[in-house]
Each structure stands twice: as structure tokens, then as C-alpha cells.
């Protein structure tokens, strides 16, 4: 592994000059994705880290509308925050079903939205053919064993999934991304933030180098609201998923108001199902209308022999989900 | 915390940490990649922490950081300055066994014995955050510590004996 040097930034906007001004420069915050690339792997190689753990992006505040949430606050310490799991309950399981504690003591905010891919052929140097590590050399993941990839979004040039819980909600939410850069501050909608592959599968996010996820600003649920995230896995616990669903229904007179869909599991990126969204909203809260949704969710999906069993499980894991949380029995 | 080397022309870049580890101060100066669990085994002598996959999967180098679990294969030296760490060789107090190391070894709560302390120190953690409620959130928050000899069902049990005395 090559050598680093290791800063810890004292403000954000330090931390900002020092990587903008060193294309060899990265950041470094819970480091339980970019550590295991770095020193085992080898995938990763910065020659500069600047670590943002102890800069002051650490807190969680609640108002009427929405819940802000400081870039390096923990899942942990996120997922027991009172407000969110009074306001936003599906964030809470989604950031529970993650990982293990260990990890989530270790884990910020802002690190898991920039967490990469776990596809095998991505993180194995020996593989040649990486259109996300080595632009033009092709996706070994197409022609050989996949499980764990994306159907949606994906591509023959890039199958790699997002592999983040806690973003489904999140995206469902129209979550916002604070990222401060050397001119200032702009927000992003969440939904805007990640790239599908498309012809540069090396490109996976809208940041330009030396911009840093400061705070995600996360939209209350409306009142009323019920949300569920289900997560279809392996095994029961520390495990990615299959599948997922993060749904939040407004239902009134067994009438969907609204409806707010995000799946896992099966994405390039953390996949705002809007189309599904569509079908629900004002529809009659059963199951014909469930199903309808799910078809619509996972319209023209890509998929290789090891994936095509997601597209149902993905369905079913959709409708599994509007069933729990709409109390309507199949 | 000091950055020695600013030349990554010149030598191998290292950092100086200062951590109180089991209660005692200890100042290390090393090459900024060394983590913290090769820290703890090859520098400090403190080979209770276990390196099992090196990657993060299986738990078996966990120990406590200001009082939180966390991994210490995929944790850096350098991050740990100031910091408080514990590990299995500071648990116990005043020359006896801590509560769990005792629940394990009457539950017979390992084979092998490779994972036990990231277990052991993991149920510590536990204790603390007061997830020990039921045997379903004992597994559940559990999860992150791998047995391959398979002897969950005596760690649940060595772990609810001590829960239901009311922890440590």
C-alpha cells in the first residue's frame, strides 16, 4: 500500500483548501468503506487524507419541517435521535438494519452517501475489465457471476449497486445535500446527487474534487404519515440487501394521498421509484393497486443470469411493503 | 497530534498519537497507515484483540473507543489521539475476571476461543447501550461478531445471565 500522509482539519473550510489544492488528496471520515479499499484492496490510493471526523459537522436539530443532520454525526448516534424516530421512523430501521453496531459507531452521515460500491469485481485489483476503476475496459460483472448488482439503472457498462440502506429513504424523502466547496455552499437534492453509470460508470456523483458533504437537511414526513423500510437479505442481520423498500403513505378513507417510494438493493444508484409513486397516489389502498405499483417500479430493468431473480423479489418486496404499512391484508 | 513528515518526497509519512489505552497513557509514534489493531498487537504487545478477516466482516478486533465498539482493523492509529481505548487485557479490575469473562467460560461460550475477546468486548459495548433486552436484540446487536465454531447460543446465554444481574 503507498504511503500517506494523514491531517486532521480543524474547520471545513480548511479541510476544503487542502484537498482542492491537492488532486492526490481525499477525505478520510469513518473510513469503514475507504479503509478497506485503501489498505486492502489497494483500489484506493490517495497520497494526502485529511481527516473530517473531529471537524465541528457533528449534530442533529429539528424543527417543524425538517430534520438537519451535521455531515459526521454517526448512524448510530442518527438512529437514536428522539426526533427521528418520532418523525421519521423508516430512517430509523434503515439505519438499524445496517451493518453491525461496530460499524455504525464508526460510520458518519456523510461518509455512508459517499460509501462505494461492493461489487466483487470493482474491489478485486486482479480484475481487469472495470469501467468504474479503469474507464473503457469493459464490466466483468456482466459476464460473470453476479448477486449482489443492480437491475435498475444498470447497464452492459456498469452493474454495480449502491449498496446504501440508509439512502432509500432518504431519496424517498427529497432529502438535501449541504456541500460546501471553495466558493460557498450549495444544496443538492439527494435525488440529484447520484449519477447512473451510463457511458462513465467512473463518474458516480455530482461533487467535483475537493467538495465536502457538510449537513443533509431531511424534509419531515406529513402528518399522518405511516413508513416502513423492509430489507430482504442473505441472512437475518449484517448482511446487504437483496432487496429493499422504504415507503411513506398518507391514506385517508383507504384512499392513498400520498406516497413516497425508494428501493435498495437493486440500483446503480438509491432508486426513487416515481412512477410507482404515480400509480399510488389517489389510487384505492389494496392490493391490485399495490401490485400495479410494483410493476411499475421495476419497468425495463437490466439484468444478467445471477440478477434476474431480483426483479420479482424486488416487486414483492414492494408490496410486502405498502401491505405493512397500510394494514391492508392481501 | 503532530504531522512529522509533510515531504512525501522524503521519507514514509508517520503521525504521533498519545492514547490512553486500558487506563494507561502510551504515546506511539508510527507510519500514518498502521491501524489500530496492529498497533495494539505489534507495538503495544496487546495480542488479546484478534486480527481475523483484516476487512471490516467479522468482529473479532473490536474493542471499546471512548466507550463505543467499534472495529479496530478499519480504524487508524492516527484517528485514536486523545483518545480512550479498551481492550480485553483491561477488563478486568483489581486482578479478577470481569462479569462476562466469567458468564462465558460457565456458559461455555467458545471453542476455538479466536473471537472471544471481540465477543466478550463487544458485549461489553452492549451492556453500555442497554440493547440487552431480549435474546432476539442480543443476536440482533450481536450480529457483527462472527463464530465460525458456531457457539452462538452459549454467547446469547453467557450474555443474558450477565444482562438479567443487571449488566457489569
Redesign the interface.
Known sequence: ?R??????AAEPAQAVAIVTADPDADY?AG??TQ??LM??DGILSP???V?V?RLPLKWITADAGAIRVGATTTM?ELAADPAVSARLPFVREALLLS?????R??ATIGGNLMQRTRCRYFRDPAVEACNKRRPGTGCAAVTGPARMHAILGASKNCIALNASDLAVPLVALDTIVHILGPAGVRRVPLTEFYLEPGNTPDVENVLVHGELITEIEIPLLRAGARSAYLKVRDR???EFALASAAVAVVVEDKVIRDARIGLGGVGTVPWRAWDAERVLRDAPASDATFRDAAEAAVRDPFTVPGTAFKVELAKRTLVRALHTVTEVTP | ?S?V??D?QGA??E?AVTMRINGKSQRLQT???V?LLDALRDRLGLTGTKKGC???AC?AC?VLVDG????SC???A??C?GREVLTIEGLASDGGRHPLQDAFIRHDAFQCGYCTPGQIM?AV??LG?GRADSDEDI???M???ICRCGAYSNIVGAIREVAARGGA
Not at chain 2, 68 to 71: E, F, G, I, K, N
Open positions: 500500500m504511503p500517506f500522509e494523514y491531517i486532521q478520510l473510513g469503514t479503509l478497506d489498505l486492502k497520497g494526502r487524507l481527516d471526523t448510530e451493518a453491525s453496531v461496530q460499524l459507531n464508526m437475518t442481520s449484517y | 497530534m504531522n513528515d509533510n512525501r514514509i509519512p503521525v507510519d500514518a497507515r491501524t483484516d476487512q471490516g468482529g473490536t463505543r465498539r467499534v472495529l478499519l480504524t487508524l492516527a484517528k489521539d463487544s459495548g452492549l447501550e443476536r440482533e446487536f450480529s457483527g461478531n
